[in-house]
């Protein structure tokens, strides 16, 4: 038999407290599952610092992973078999995308990424397509099949409702990841009818599309992203956090440009600070890894290393406030001079944070094709975008809200041991 | 000045130089170009439907809008809206005071806001399967694009304008 069509001699199920069960059924699956980079992916947090504001959100980014494979499954197992728009043949590598499409992420990914300047997307390719088991497992099925998947997975596949499932405005990425994240952290924004938005999906040549009947679910979904976003995704506190874990990464790179001797060397975040990445070096770093150097760096002689890591491990984060950067930029440059003139460097301990600082996003109606929107299908056959028919995603799309806030140390501020005078002129400017 | 505001002042630098970007698409294609060329640009971009997008780039003008930093008119074109976007005078204010030293900047970008958002588009696709050879490209540009129609020689035009742009820098 095919090793594509090879099906487990009984089904495997993982208990799931989003979907209840995950069902594997094909060999592939199976085994693509117990290959080492996607058992990395159980020591990645799905949500990064959050659960440093909801103590709940511990999750990882393989629940998350499985999560995606199961909703996908259920599309093409429950509603697409059958249909004339859908080709069972690309069944396998629609799986297969789903469940590796995350597989590239690192620890505390956003921070990384920005500080070292890369794309974990980068990494999920390379991953897919160079010398490792997942690669070894995709190559059983057939030769081309890596860069397949690879393609899907990067988006730019030929098969674009295959790509449509797994990335649009109305994924099974997302379906997965609000609920999930909802359940972890505890809060009840993410709930939506998720069984009922899967009936009413029905594939097109080049899109997934909601059949007009399903619209007001799709509502709910919309709703449900909307509150998620600013509830938790841009929780400041937890931004607080991403803000300290990022200052820590460029201290640390600083540092290293400026050869300062660590007391224990850094191995880990060589090649990351002089930009000579490997996918082995890659594949080493979990988040287990990143927090032991928090935890050591706690002592290095470097004050502000030592502090922010003290922070971070500790969660003493920083205070914030609402900052207008249109009428407040010229508050910031004086605040800028007071940090430095009592001492405190305003480039890790004054920062500006903003919501497009931030991974997740808005539905987008795609005026100017941007990128395509959710469509719905008219009985008559035709398409109309989502916000032309629904007021309520209407008014929450039509409406742009933004945020921005400032990050500062309360507690060195407050402490009046010194540079008293300039600590309070600081602290009337920020009026606190 | 705060990176964060660094990467917003060099989005406004970039309408400044350009007078007025009219479509959201146009700016994103602009954007993304001169970043491919190496402008220091920090958007991070993805190949979606309509090819490589900014989320981070549509938020960040969305922030100079609500500052008033940037000018956005929403016009009814046929069947679709188009934006067009410009620099208030609150935004050249601050920009005066935060200067961004982007050299060739200006010389690039007048001449990718006299191309069209369609052939903008082509050149986008192009740069961002920069890995591949040009029959790759080409036959990717065919698969992906099918529905621009785009023909052998303007896919021939957009390499020869990407060597113009990058002779530009040099």
Known sequence: MLYSAEKLSEEKVFKDPVHRYIHVRDRVIWDLVGTKEFQRLRRIKQLGTTFLTFHGAEHSRFNHSLGVYEIVRRIIDDVFAGRPEWNDDDRLLTLCAALLHDLGHGPFSHSFEKVFDFDHEDFTQNIVLGNTEVNAVLKKVSPNFPQQVAEVIAKTSAKKLVVSLISSQIDADRMDYLQRDAYF????????????????????????????????AVEDYIMSRYQM??????????????????????????????????????????TFFTDKVTLEDYLKLDESIILYYFQIWQEEDDDILSDLCRRFVNRNLFKYAEFDPAKEYKKLAELTRLFEKA?????????????????????????????????????????????????????????RRTDHKLYYPGDFLQDESSETDIKRQIRTLLEI | MTVLLKDHAKLMQAVLVSGEIIGRKKLQKMIYIAKKVSFPFHERFQFHFYGPYSEE?????????????????????????????????????????NEVEMPFLQDCLEDMNEQNARFLELVSTVLYFDNLSKEEVTDKVFTLKSSQRYTEEEIDQAYAYIAALKAKLN
Not at chain 1, 354 to 378: T, V
Not at chain 2, 75 to 81: A, H, L, S, W
Request: hydrophobic share 35%; aromatic share 12%; charged share 30%.
């Open chain 2, 57 to 97: 780039l549509t938020l960040r003008v969305e922030e100079l809008c609500n500052m008033g930093f940037l000018n956005e008119i929403k016009e009814k074109k046929g069947g679709y809206f188009q934006y067009r976007y410009t620099l208030t005078d609150t935004g050249k204010e601050f920009l005066s005071l």
């Open chain 1, 229 to 270: 976003y600013w509830q938790v995704y841009f929780h400041p506190v937890s931004r607080s956090a991403e803000v300290i874990l990022t200052k820590i990464l460029h201290r640390a790179k600083q540092l290293y440009e400026n050869n300062y001797s660590f007391k224990n060397e850094p191995l880990h975040f060589y």
């Open chain 1, 343 to 399: 001492g405190i460097d305003p480039e890790y301990y004054l920062v500006v944070d903003s919501s497009s600082d931030l991974p997740y996003d808005f539905y987008r109606p795609g005026e100017e094709e941007e990128r395509l929107p959710i469509h719905l299908l008219m009985k008559s056959g035709e398409l109309k975008e989502l916000s032309r028919e629904s007021e309520i995603v209407d008014a929450i799309s039509g409406k």
């Open chain 1, 185 to 216: 952290t505890g809060v009840s924004y993410g709930q939506f009818d998720m069984e009922r938005i899967l009936r009413v999906m029905r594939p097109q040549e080049d899109q997934v599309v909601i059949k007009k009947s399903g619209m007001h």
